[in-house]
């Protein structure tokens, strides 16, 4: 089974970037999807983004256009590029490997890493 192990998280001011990392025991490709999760405090969790096995992104709406995946293969790693953070995007953020096409589906999961914005 792939252990997922996030970093990265941290405070920061509202319009400040912040760049998660995952690193998987196992090579990334090894999976169809490579994604980023988050669950903010009361909320359930939400996609992020994801990072096809072909290299193809995509994106939530309500980040689209100010994060950015991104994988590095030889290092079995992920990465959520992350500007422009607002108070909204407070939560943990979990990265994720699965082979399902549906992004509810549950595949594997790292402990996560907590995000705060504070304005």
């Known amino acids: 089974q792939v252990q997922l192990v996030e970093s990265g998280g941290g405070l920061v001011q509202t319009g400040e970037s912040l760049t998660l990392s995952c690193e998987a025991s196992?090579?990334?490709?090894?999976?169809?999807?490579m994604a980023w999760y988050r669950q903010a405090p009361g909320k359930r969790r939400e996609w992020v983004a994801d990072i096809g096995s072909g290299g193809v992104r995509f994106y939530g709406d309500s980040v689209r256009g100010r994060f950015s995946i991104s994988r590095d293969i030889p290092k079995n790693m992920v990465f959520l590029q992350m500007n422009s953070l607002k108070p909204d995007d407070t939560a943990v953020y979990y990265c994720n490997a699965r082979n399902a096409h549906s992004r509810s589906a549950s595949g594997y999961w790292g402990q996560g890493t907590p995000v705060t914005v504070i304005s």
């Open positions: 196992e090579n990334i490709l090894n999976f169809n999807y």
